[in-house]
Nanobody, 125 residues
Framework: QVQLLESGGGLVQAGGSLRLSCAAS????????MGWFRQAPGKEREFLAA????????HYADSVKGRFTISTENAKNTLYLQMNSLRPEDTAGYYC??????????????????WGRGTQVTVSS
């Protein structure tokens, strides 16, 4: 069992940056693939980025490629999402998730076994 807790959300102006953190507890996440998703009101949950782990493969959605960077710090059991050049359309709840296998790299929600409760990001224009 893995518990995930996101932090780092907040209000930022368009063009600004935020770094989200996802702290894992219960078990080390070194054996899991990890991903970030977001969900805006009235919309489906959207895949953003995923990684197989420290130094491993990363995958990004086209909507955030070049602006967002996913990374891990295994010593702290923490996943990060660095978000730059933020836009008002990036406003959403942001969630981290852990996958034991399957098509995690394709961003399939069903491939992820554990989810955090989310942190809100609001980008003002």
């Amino acid at each position: 069992q893995v518990q995930l807790l996101e932090s780092g959300g907040g209000l930022v102006q368009a063009g600004g940056s935020l770094r989200l953190s996802c702290a894992a507890s219960g078990r080390t996440f070194s054996g899991y693939a990890m991903g970030w998703f977001r969900q805006a009101p009235g919309k489906e949950r959207e895949f953003l980025a995923a990684t197989s782990g420290s130094g491993g493969a990363t995958h990004y959605a086209d909507s955030v490629k070049g602006r967002f960077t996913i990374s891990t710090e295994n010593a702290k059991n923490t996943l990060y999402l660095q978000m730059n050049s933020l836009r008002p359309e990036d406003t959403a709840g942001y969630y981290c998730a852990a996958s034991r296998g399957g098509r995690w790299y394709a961003g399939e929600l069903a491939a992820y076994d554990y989810w955090g409760r989310g942190t809100q990001v609001t980008v003002s224009s």
